[in-house]
């Protein structure tokens, strides 16, 4: 997440998350993060968000995403969205999403 500024001037919305992994040194490549749609229908992607890791049923731990932001500095445009999603898993082909668990708008 976060974002990334090319030539001194333009800035662009990251899509991709990892998370580092102290105990052995690693990072770890996370699902692309999250769109949401406004009401007149325009899409945004998540850029600035905070990543947690929050117990679930039993002893279990899930990653969760609390909320997000966009913001496009070349355009001005900008959005706010206070969604928590979950990282769930595919276990038909394999892989990792974010599916969401929380909409305080609804």
Avoid: C
């Amino acid at each position: 997440g976060g974002v990334n500024l090319h030539y001194g001037f333009f800035y662009n919305p990251l899509k991709s998350v990892e998370v580092y992994l102290p105990w052995n040194d690693t990072w770890i490549d996370l699902p692309n993060l999250p769109m949401w749609t406004v009401e007149d229908g325009t899409e945004f992607q998540a850029s600035l968000t905070h990543i947690m890791s929050l117990a679930t049923t039993g002893d279990a731990n899930q990653l969760h995403l609390i909320g997000g932001s966009y913001m496009d500095w070349n355009t001005q445009a900008e959005a706010i969205v206070g969604t928590v999603w979950r990282q769930g898993f595919n276990s038909r082909n394999k892989t990792f999403f974010w599916e969401q668990r929380f909409d305080p708008e609804t």
